[in-house]
């Protein structure tokens, strides 16, 4: 599966990043393989919009999820007319966390 | 352009509490003392109009504020996202198949209804505020009000400002939004006189310096209410001296004041022999606009 | 690490002076906390004024776009003066040969860039002020200035706060505690995003109260918990107790009342917190209670709730 995840850096090893619009990376993560693709997000200098923005970046990706912090009312919406899942990392520490959570469906739907 | 027997007065302070409407309220009922000429109240701060609690007005009229955003017709639009494309402001989105708008987002610009190919948009009325006009007293109120959740301010000020255009008043007096950025400037804009409310306190201070840079970018000679004065605070003085703003006049801090106020009270109830100072001080302003014609 | 929000709904509640209390009692706590703090109301940015730090690194900050006509392609044909709806376009007079934009009232919709037939008409970035990381005695702080009269925007108070939050993990600091800005609005949102804990400032006035509505609304349509703080409550105690039942209803706990104590204003007039200038003013005592309360609620304080 292809996973979305919000980041603070372009690796595996980053930081989650709690914010959807306004996040620094946005990983697409293989979740069988772990290989990855990693995006700078397009919205980061968007003076407004910007989780609209980057949910027309991420649909456009065709992930299975979307898994970041929190999803603002306008990025939420917009996903959800793209037909993207929406999962909250939550209490997770990392990529790979993360993605363990998913696979054994111990995150939260948004 | 402003004619020569009428004069707006913009009440403004760099930093919110520190007695802004306070002040303009106070001032507008030590004018509307002398009945022969027309006083008129502006609330501007239409994300927190407060003004009405201290002057009890009775409104009379409403009209709403309306932007135009687009709507799409599905049938007509081909997906080409070419309105995405031109949106600044990511009100428009088109994602698979399907076109969203976000109107809270939209300011009406109409760049999209412009630009689209096949004509699928055209324009539907969007109310993001309120306007209402009456009396209190002598004094004639309007005010707009901004509705719960939208983010855009200044349509519904500069909608205000067109609004009671016509009623041509001697004296207007402004009630300006706190802060400096764009809801401020087009508040005061076109103002002869700008009065900046602060108190004598390094955040005061330091937000009066902004609010001072603003005045000096519109051109608009500017003058100092010190609020809440309690014992020297030379830093504030020194500034004023520095850069030639006139400190027109010093409102002691007194907790009769502040409790007054918290329920509600104007300050000319609170205390009435305030009401000569803001005549003077009303005097003072009308030297300062004639000298800087 | 636990990232702190304060705010108010309306400006001039005591936010700042209290947030500056806060950073005091986390640096000087038994155990301390490692802190890092960031001052989101960039509108009037005032922590720095009574925590005194150093600038370590200063950065430009790019706002939004105004529209830039070119006067040598300008054709004069009046098309963007007809479709602005901001009343941005000025025409050719004796002082200008060709169509101006007003920069002050033009919105940046960039509509008038799309329907010039001669593409004379650009959009261009303004500098909307600086971001700065500091250093003070009670950790490292990220704040930012506007030039005034430029448009505030959530993109400024997300990189304050996106470089607080970087400097906390990259230090090992537990707590990032944000200034946020007053008012409900996009920047508001872009303080509270990804808090643990939201603390609202509020005073006993018409106002403060329906302020305050607001705020609980903003913060808790982001799902964040969120504790009130009723400053100068001492003023109007009907007002006072208005704003607990309210709370109530919310299922919000007011976790201190603090009495109007005009030692806050001097401890500011002297560049410094209540906490440092008068340890045991009365402000300080509650300010102190509040503060035990908060570290609990974020698994702070090695005590157990």
Known sequence: MKIAITTTAPQLQAQLDPRFGRCAYLLVVDSETME???????????????????????????????????????????????????????ESQSVQDVIERFKTGKLTRF | MTNRDSLKIAVASGKGGTGKTTVATALALSLAEDTS?????????????????????????????EILIPEVNEELCTYCGKCAEVCQFQAIAVLSQRVLVFPQLCHGCGSCTMI???????????????????????????????????????PIIRQLKKWVAPLKPKITIVDSPPGTSCPVVESIRGSDFLLLVTEPTPFGLHDLKLAYQVAKELQIPAGVVINRENGVYEELDEFCAQVNLPVLMRIPFQRVIAEGIAKGENL?????????????????????????? | MKNLVILSGKGGTGKTSITAAFANLAKNGNPPIKTVLADADVDAANLELVIKPKRVASHEFIGGEIAVINPDTCIRCGICEQICRFDAILPPDSTRAAYQVDPIACDGCAACVYQCPEGAIQMQPQKAGYWYHSSSPFGDLFHADLIPAQENSGKLVTIVKQNGRLQALDS??????????????????????????????????????????????????????????????????????????????????????????????????????????????????????????????????????
């Open chain 1, 36 to 90: 990855f693709q990693a995006y700078p997000n397009p919205a980061i200098n968007a003076p407004g919009g910007a989780g609209i923005k980057m949910a027309k970046f991420v649909s456009d990706l065709k992930p299975d999820a979307v898994i970041s912090g929190d999803f603002g009312p306008n990025a939420a919406e917009a996903l959800r007319s793209a037909n993207l899942a929406m999962y909250l990392f939550g």
């Open chain 3, 172 to 305: 090992g600091a537990s707590l990032l505690i944000v200034d946020g800005p007053p008012g409900i609005g996009c920047p508001v949102i872009s303080a509270v995003a990804g808090a643990d804990l939201g603390v609202i400032v509020t005073e006993p006035t018409p106002a403060g109260a329906h302020d305050l509505e607001r705020a609980l609304q903003t913060v808790q349509h982001f799902r964040i918990p969120a504790l009130v703080i009723i400053n100068k409550a001492d003023l109007n105690p009907d007002m006072t107790q208005a704003i607990k039942d309210a709370s109530k209803e919310r299922n919000v706990d007011v976790i201190g009342e603090i009495p109007f104590d005009p030692l806050i204003t001097t401890a500011m007039k002297q560049g410094q917190d209540i906490i440092t200038y008068q340890p045991n003013s009365p402000a300080s005592q509650v300010i102190q209670t509040i503060w035990k309360k908060i570290i609990i609620r974020l698994s702070l304080s090695g005590e157990e709730l």
């Open chain 2, 268 to 293: 000319l109830n609170i205390l009435p022999e305030m009401s000569e100072d803001f005549q003077n001080t009303m005097d003072v302003i009308k030297t300062l606009v004639k000298k800087g014609k």
């Open chain 2, 37 to 65: 000429k027309p006083i008129l109240f502006l609330d501007c701060d239409v994300e927190a109009p407060n003004a009405h609690l201290f002057l009890k007005p009775q409104f009379r009229e409403e009209k709403p504020v």
């Open chain 2, 116 to 154: 689209c190919p096949t004509n699928a948009i055209h324009e539907t009325p969007k109310t993001i505020g309120v306007l209402q006009k009456g009396t209190a007293g002598e004094i004639e109120f309007a005010r707009g009000v901004m509705d719960i959740g939208e983010p855009m301010a200044v």
